[in-house]
């Protein structure tokens, strides 16, 4: 199946973009590739979604709260585990299913991604783990960006199946992400020198499992995690205020005519963010490993970080990448104007999606051994 947009797009947003300045750290901000209006929705999505936000615009604030009862979870897992994606790779792509075993002697399913003729580029590893608010999401719905990524940087590629709350409570899914990172970089006899050369990264929830997977791995002293790249990571579910995120900050341009429609849709998933420890089956997200917001930054490898205009999660991300910043951590930024959140979910469909997989390929490249 062919790509929803142009070429030409992919393009432009690349031409367009901006390098501005975000509380002292270096930002790159992609404008839109074909409109100019301030605040808006890029054209596609909002083509996509005018019909839910017109709706979502009159629905009551009442309505909107996160239901985490049996029969919530089971609907929200089937919005999140459709595949929004288009199969629209046409390198070939090897897909390989295996398990790792966990700690408990659980199978951890794992897929590992390889193109053709990778054997000889002496990168390391990219290691994805899928966002779903720790309760859903799967392999499957990040699959054809994965592929993308493995299309464009050649490198080999494993995406893990890890075990999801609240039938599972934490850790068991953290644990089970970092086992596979474990696995990874004890595992030179397939991997050879690629299995030290670790490029962890996640998505919402998974921003914060690869996050936990870089910090245990420098607690441990394995240093197997060269860099990490966090896609609008839940990072602050505990909502700790500082000078970089507090309620006076939470501002979004926002174009009028999509206002109401947009500031309900913040609010609904903000809701969410905040409503997770019942659903963890803990009653403290307040932990270095649940809240990295909190702890000292100044050991995480180079970390590449990217979130959307309208995403409910915008503030704390950008947040945390100017405190990495200035801890000295090399950090690179990319927010896409006219966008929410889970855009890596929408290979194919939007011209975006493509060229964050293009920023993130650039940034695991520029950091792996030669």
Partial sequence: MAKQYEESLVRALKDRQTLEDYHGAPLLVKNLPDCDEKGAMDPRLYRDQKKALRMMAWMPSFLMKMDTSEKGIANLRQMFNGVKSVPCVDAP????????????????????????????VPEGIFYYIHGGGFFG???????????????????????????????????AGHEDCYRVARWI?????????????????????????AQYCTTRDWEDGRRYIKGQLLLYPTVNMAMVEDEYYNEGMKKFDMA????RGLSKMLGMFAGMSSGLEPILGTRDVRTDYLNPYTRDPSRNPPTFLTVGEHDFLKVETLGYGVKLHKAGVETKMVLYKGFGHAYFDNTGVYPQTE???????????AHCKG
């Fill in 93 to 120: 792509i090897s897909i390989d299913k295996r398990t790792v075993k966990a700690e408990d002697g659980y199978d951890i399913p794992i897929r590992i991604y390889k193109k053709p003729g990778a054997e000889a």
């Fill in 137 to 171: 999401g799967s392999p499957d719905v990040v699959e054809e960006s994965v592929k993308m990524f493995v299309a464009k940087a050649g490198m080999w590629t494993v995406s893990v199946d890890y075990r999801l709350a609240p039938e599972n409570p934490y850790p």
């Fill in 185 to 209: 970089g004890d595992n030179a006899d397939e991997f050879g020198e690629k299995a030290h050369n670790i490029f962890v990264a996640g998505d919402s929830a998974g921003g914060n499992l």
């Fill in 256 to 259: 009028p005519r999509q206002k």
């Fill in 355 to 365: 060229d964050c997989i293009d920023e993130m390929a650039s940034f695991v490249l």
